[in-house]
C-alpha cells in the first residue's frame, strides 16, 4: 500500500489528513458508501457506520442476528433468491444491482449495491462483501425514465392507429371487383406501417358500364401528404363524372392541385375501363408523371402503355395524352408505384428489369396473385422492412 | 425436430446410451445453474435447455399467447422430449420447472417416470387457509424490483468477468446466460410463475417423485415442500441442511446425494 500524501495540503492540515487516511478503521467505518459482511448465506458479521446511519440499525441489530436478505422487501427477496444469489455463486461478483433496503423503522431506502464473493484457499465460498450506496435521487430519476417510455410506448401506439386508420381511409375499403375483368390489388406502408405513406389507388363504378381505375403518389408522407392524397381521390371521382377523356381527367386534378395551392405534387395514372362479354376488355388511360403500366399477355411478353405526361401540380398548361389498349383473355395490366420499381437494397434498386421478368414468371396467374407476388418480392429484395410505400392493380382479362 | 432443439437451446451429453434425465432451470436462470451437479451423473444422457427468452434460447420464439401460463412451458417440454425421444427418463426441475415437469409428466406419464422438485412451489400467493409465503402485493413489489434492474440486466456485467482469462468459459457464460435473458420476456415469466396455482395438479402425478426442500428457502418455505410431496401420492421429501432456493448451487453436495439415493432405489 502507498503512503497517503498531504504535500499538497497546508502543514497545519497535513498531519491530520495523514492520521485520518492512515487509519484503515476510519477508511471503513466512514466510508462513503454503506458496508456489509456476511457469511454465505447472508447472515450480517459486520456492517459500517455508514450503513448503520443510512438504515437506523444498531449493530447489535443486525451482527449474527439477521441476514441481508431479510433487509430487503419481499419483491427484493425474491429477485435476490433467483437472481443475485444463484448470480454470486457462479461469476463471483454482482454489480448495481437496485434493491430496497426495509430500514429500521419500516422506512424504505432505494439502494444499488454490488457484492462479492470471497473463497477459501479451497474454493469454497468463506463470505461476501456488499457496498450499498443510497440511491434515492437515482432511482426516482429512473421511475421517472420508466414512466417517460411507458408514455412513448402509449403515444406511439396511437400515433400507430391513426396512421393506419388514415392510410385505410385512402385506399379502397374492400378488393375491388369489376364485372368481366378479374382485378387484383395490394397496397403496403413502408417500413413498419408507422407512418401515413402517400400511395393510392381507387377504383369505381361510371355511368355506361365503364369503371375508372386509378393509382397514384403523392410526393412525400405524413399527414400533410395524405390532405393531397384525400383532394386527389376525390377530385378524381368528381372529375371522372365530368370528362370522359383520360387526360381531361388530369387536367381537372391538375387545376384542383394548383388552386389548392397544395405544396406537393402528384403522379397518378388513371384509366376508363369498358368490359363486354363478347369482346376485350378496352382501357383508355392518361398518364400524369408516373411509371406507364405494363402489358402482360399470355406468353409472358411484357410491354409498356400510354404516353409519358407531366407531374400534376405544379405547372399551370401541363399536357396528357389519351391512350388505349385492348386486353384479350390472359392479358393484365399491371400498374404500380415507384415503391416497387425503386425498392432499395444496400443502393441497388429493384428496377424495371426485375419488375418484367417477374410479371413474365407469373403471367399465368390471377390478378391478385400477381400483384401479391410483385409485392412481396420487393418487401423480400428490401430485408423485409421496405423504404417507401407501395401500391399495385392489376386488370386481366379471364383466360377463357 | 432440428427448429425445437435449436429454440430450447438444447444440448445433450453424458452417456448417450445410458438413462435420460433431464435438467430445467427456474426463474431467473438457465441451464448453466446446473454445472455442479451434471458432472455426478454422466453415466446418464443429459439434456439440458433454456426456457424461451433465457439464455442462449431463440427469443424470437416467444409469444406472450403461447406461454401465458406454465401448460405453455410443460408443451415446450414435452416437444423436446418427443424431438429426442425420451422414454422413461428423469425430470430433475428447480423451482417452477418443478411444476412444468409435474404438468409435463401428467400429460405424458411414460415420458418422465421419475420426477425430482428441487425447491417446488405449487403456489407462491397466501391463499384461504394455505401458506405460500407472499401476499399479492409483494409480487407486483418483485415486478417493480424487475423493472428497476433493467439497466442493470444488459451487458454490463461482462466486463467484471474479464479479469480471469485463466477461466474463460466464466465469460462465455456470463455474456451468453444472464445477460441475454430478455427483460419483457422475464417479467411475463416472473408474472405467470408467481401468480400461477397448480395444487390440484399434484394428486394426479404418478412418476415416483422426490421433492428436494431447503431447511430456510425465502421463496418456497418448509411447509410448501412438505405439502408438495403430502399431495404427490408415491413421493419423498428430503430436507437439505441449506439456505436459500438454489441448493444446487449453494450445497451442491447435499443435493446429488439425495438425487443419487432416490434414483438407487428406482
Not at chain 1, 441489530?61 to 435476490?80: C, K, N, P, W
Request: glycine fraction near 10%; hydrophobic fraction near 40%; include cysteine.
Amino acid at each position: 500500500m502507498t503512503e497517503p500524501t498531504s504535500a499538497a495540503a497546508p502543514p497545519r492540515r497535513a498531519a491530520e489528513i495523514a492520521q485520518l487516511e492512515q487509519s484503515v478503521e476510519d477508511l471503513y467505518e466512514h466510508a462513503p458508501c454503506g458496508y456489509l459482511s456476511t457469511l454465505p448465506d447472508g447472515t450480517v458479521i459486520r456492517a459500517n457506520a455508514t450503513f448503520l446511519a443510512m438504515t437506523g440499525y444498531r449493530a447489535d441489530e443486525l451482527v449474527a442476528v439477521r441476514r441481508f436478505q431479510d433487509l430487503l422487501t419481499a419483491g427484493g427477496r425474491i429477485y435476490h433468491e433467483t437472481h443475485y444469489a444463484p448470480l454470486l455463486r457462479m461469476q463471483g461478483t454482482v454489480r448495481e444491482i437496485a434493491v430496497d433496503i426495509v430500514c429500521a423503522g419500516g422506512r424504505r431506502l432505494p439502494a444499488l449495491v454490488n457484492s462479492v464473493l470471497k473463497r477459501d484457499a479451497a474454493g469454497e465460498p468463506l463470505l461476501v462483501r456488499t457496498t450499498v450506496f443510497d440511491a434515492t435521487d437515482r432511482r426516482e430519476y429512473e421511475r421517472e425514465l420508466l414512466r417517460a417510455r411507458t408514455r412513448a410506448e402509449e403515444s406511439e401506439a396511437r400515433a400507430r392507429v391513426l396512421a393506419q386508420t388514415l392510410q385505410a381511409s385512402l385506399i379502397p375499403p374492400a378488393p375491388p371487383e369489376i364485372p368481366g375483368v378479374d382485378v387484383g390489388a395490394v397496397y403496403r406502408p413502408a417500413g413498419r406501417g408507422d407512418e401515413v405513406g402517400g400511395d393510392f389507388y381507387d377504383v369505381f363504378q361510371l355511368a355506361g358500364g365503364e369503371w375508372a381505375v386509378l393509382l397514384g403518389d403523392v410526393q412525400g408522407k405524413g399527414p400533410r401528404a395524405a390532405t393531397v392524397t384525400a383532394l386527389a381521390r376525390y377530385t378524381v371521382r368528381a372529375a371522372a363524372i365530368q370528362s370522359p377523356q383520360p387526360s381531361s381527367v388530369m387536367g381537372l386534378l391538375n387545376a384542383a392541385l394548383l388552386r389548392q395551392g397544395a405544396d406537393r405534387f402528384c403522379t397518378m395514372v388513371y384509366g376508363r375501363v369498358a368490359a363486354r362479354a363478347d369482346g376485350p376488355v378496352r382501357v383508355r388511360l392518361a398518364c400524369g408523371g408516373h411509371a406507364l403500366p405494363l402489358l402482360v399477355d399470355r406468353r409472358g411478353q411484357v410491354r409498356t402503355v400510354g404516353a409519358p405526361g407531366d407531374l400534376l401540380g405544379v405547372i399551370e398548361g401541363a399536357s396528357w395524352e389519351d391512350a388505349a389498349v385492348e386486353l384479350v383473355p390472359g392479358d393484365a395490366l399491371v400498374l404500380y408505384t415507384d415503391g416497387i420499381s425503386e425498392g432499395r437494397r444496400d443502393g441497388e434498386f429493384y428496377g424495371d428489369g426485375r419488375v418484367r421478368a417477374l410479371l413474365a414468371r407469373h403471367c399465368a396467374d390471377g390478378a391478385q396473385v400477381m400483384a401479391t407476388a410483385l409485392v412481396d418480392e420487393v418487401v423480400a429484395f428490401q430485408h423485409g422492412l421496405p423504404r417507401d410505400d407501395m401500391a399495385v392493380v392489376v386488370l386481366k382479362a379471364p383466360a377463357g | 425436430m432440428q427448429d425445437v432443439l435449436r429454440r430450447n437451446n438444447v444440448r445433450v451429453f453424458g452417456d448417450p446410451t445410458g438413462r435420460p434425465m433431464v435438467f430445467a432451470h427456474g426463474f431467473g436462470c438457465d441451464q448453466h445453474m446446473w454445472r455442479a451437479i451434471t458432472p455426478a451423473f454422466e453415466g446418464y444422457r443429459i439434456v439440458l435447455f433454456d426456457h424461451v427468452g433465457h439464455g442462449g434460447s431463440d427469443r424470437t420464439a416467444y409469444s406472450r399467447a403461447a406461454y401465458d401460463t406454465l401448460h405453455g412451458y410443460a408443451d415446450a417440454v414435452l416437444e423436446i422430449a418427443e424431438a429426442l425421444d425420451l422414454r422413461n427418463a428423469v425430470f430433475v426441475g428447480h423451482s417452477v420447472s418443478g411444476m412444468i415437469g409435474v404438468l409435463a409428466a401428467i400429460a405424458e406419464p411414460d415420458r418422465f417416470t421419475d420426477l425430482i422438485l428441487v425447491s417446488p412451489s405449487p403456489r407462491y400467493v397466501d391463499d384461504d387457509g394455505y401458506r405460500g409465503g407472499f401476499a399479492r402485493a409483494e409480487i407486483d413489489e418483485l415486478l417493480d424490483a424487475l423493472d428497476s434492474n433493467y439497466l442493470g440486466w444488459s451487458s454490463a456485467m461482462a466486463p467484471v468477468i474479464m479479469g480471469r482469462p485463466d477461466r474463460p468459459e466464466l465469460a462465455e457464460e456470463l455474456t451468453n446466460s444472464f445477460c441475454r435473458t430478455d427483460p419483457e420476456i422475464a417479467k411475463d415469466f416472473a408474472r405467470v410463475t408467481f401468480l400461477s396455482d397448480n395444487r390440484g395438479d399434484l394428486a394426479k402425478v404418478a412418476s415416483r417423485t422426490l421433492v428436494l426442500q431447503c431447511a430456510e428457502d425465502a421463496i418456497a418455505p418448509q411447509e410448501v415442500g412438505r405439502y408438495v410431496a403430502a399431495q404427490i401420492p408415491d413421493s419423498e421429501f428430503v430436507l437439505l441442511d441449506a439456505v436459500g432456493h438454489c441448493p444446487n448451487l449453494s450445497a451442491p453436495e447435499q443435493t446429488i446425494a439425495a438425487m443419487q439415493d432416490f434414483l438407487a432405489t428406482s
